[in-house]
Nanobody, 116 residues
Framework: QVQLVESGGGLVQAGGSLRLSCAAS????????MGWYRQAPGKQREQVATITNGGNTNYLDSVKGRFTISRDNAKNTVYLQMNSLKPEDTAVYYCTAGKWPLYEYWGQGTQVTVSS
């Protein structure tokens, strides 16, 4: 089992920035990829960004150029730097981990609210 603990959500004005963090613990050798999904009210959960142990990244088209995913392997932590935030980025953001491309472990979610 892998446990994921997120932090860093909050309320920000449009154009602002936030950084999400997700610390993994437990059987971390069973995972080779981590990432972030989000779910807005009334919408399906969507993949925002992922990163493999090898450093390969993938982004949702609507966040390319604004969001950056990174990881600190020594701390078993993944980050999502979110810049130029828009109201449509408002959602609950979930950290995820697993064996790429299957993500079987999930965090509890952290709310990101962007006001216009």
């Amino acid at each position: 089992q892998v446990q994921l603990v997120e932090s860093g959500g909050g309320l920000v004005q449009a154009g602002g920035s936030l950084r999400l963090s997700c610390a993994a613990s437990g059987n971390i050798f069973s995972i080779d990829a981590m990432g972030w999904y989000r779910q807005a009210p009334g919408k399906q959960r969507e993949q925002v960004a992922t990163i493999t142990n090898g450093g390969n990244t993938n982004y949702l088209d609507s966040v390319k150029g604004r969001f950056t995913i990174s990881r600190d392997n020594a701390k078993n932590t993944v980050y999502l730097q979110m810049n130029s935030l828009k109201p449509e980025d408002t959602a609950v953001y979930y950290c995820t981990a697993g064996k790429w491309p299957l993500y079987e472990y999930w965090g509890q979610g952290t709310q990101v609210t962007v006001s216009s």
